[in-house]
């Protein structure tokens, strides 16, 4: 792909088509059942009342799953239909209901009737430009009823720069391998994914993705919020840590700056 190609495309199509088949087997490291409680937690301490909640870029359902299963009406949104079955296949296994669908997080088209909606694991940073990620953030603050809870997260230039930056990295699962290859430009990570599968004989069959992030600064994502209609604006570096208001950026400036060395930034903010 030329360079004049990468620069045009705004979300990677080929992301999370084949991956989906081992991406909760290289994930299983994360605390999902830990965040879920922590997230409740915040909730709780905010003062919100959640009843309805969106995952806006749901995967597997890792996270939207135990939602449902701790009683709440959940939706879950994903442009890739492989990660939609998987979660789909996680719900019905775990004997629940939640409703999933396959859409462009751009076009949301929702009637405000979600109390909360979240967004994990580096999802708002596979949107490639201010104007689609204003877009999304616009069908976001649309979907949600007045007072509403907005969570997520994002990769911090820092660690697109310093730690992805032009490594290679190796991770081996049960007989699965997965090579990843990383370069970055001008605050945006190509990541080359290559991982094999073993086969009944004996063979690994080689499978790959591209996937594409954006890194934005703490303060335009600020601004964008701002701009888009959230109040109530807080920062951390974990659910359960500690939240910073940035009500006033300026004097907000000087943990701003700490937060921006961190390798991942939760924003909670309402409508």
């Given at each position: 792909m030329t360079?004049?190609?990468?620069?045009?495309?705004?979300?990677?199509?080929?992301?999370y088509t084949s991956l989906a088949m081992v991406y909760d087997l290289f994930m299983e490291e994360i605390p999902y059942g830990a965040m879920v409680k922590e997230l409740q937690a915040f909730w709780q301490r905010e003062g919100y009342c959640i009843h309805t909640v969106l995952d806006a870029g749901c995967g597997t359902g890792s996270f939207i799953v135990p939602l449902a299963k701790a009683g709440f009406d959940t939706c879950g949104v994903d442009l890739s239909s492989e990660m939609l079955a998987m979660a789909d296949h996680k719900a019905y296994k775990e004997g629940i209901s939640c409703l999933f669908i396959e859409r462009d997080l751009r076009e949301l088209n929702f009637a405000p009737q979600f109390d909360a909606v979240i967004s994990f694991f580096d999802t708002l940073n596979y949107i490639l430009s201010f104007e689609d990620l204003a877009k999304v953030l616009q069908e976001i603050h649309q979907c949600l009823l007045p007072g509403g809870s907005f969570v997520f997260d994002m990769r911090t230039l820092h660690y697109y720069t310093d730690v992805l930056g032009e490594n290679i990295?190796?991770?081996e699962k049960n007989d699965c391998c997965l090579i990843w290859e990383n370069q970055f430009d001008n605050?945006?990570?190509y990541m080359d994914l290559n991982f094999f599968l073993p086969e009944k004989n004996g063979l690994?069959?080689?499978?790959?993705?591209e996937h594409i992030q954006q890194g934005y600064a703490l303060?335009?994502?600020i601004t964008l919020l701002q701009e888009t209609g959230f109040?109530?604006?807080l920062l951390s570096e974990g659910l359960d840590m500690d939240w910073y208001s940035?009500?006033?950026?300026?004097?907000?400036?000087?943990?701003?700056?700490e937060m921006e060395q961190?390798?991942?930034v939760f924003f909670a903010c309402k409508k």
């Open positions: 360079e004049k190609q990468h620069e045009n495309r705004k979300i990677a199509p080929s992301a990295f190796q991770d605050g945006r990570i690994y069959r080689r499978y790959q993705e303060t335009e994502m109040v109530d604006i940035v009500r006033d950026v300026e004097m907000a400036s000087q943990f701003i700056a961190a390798e991942r």
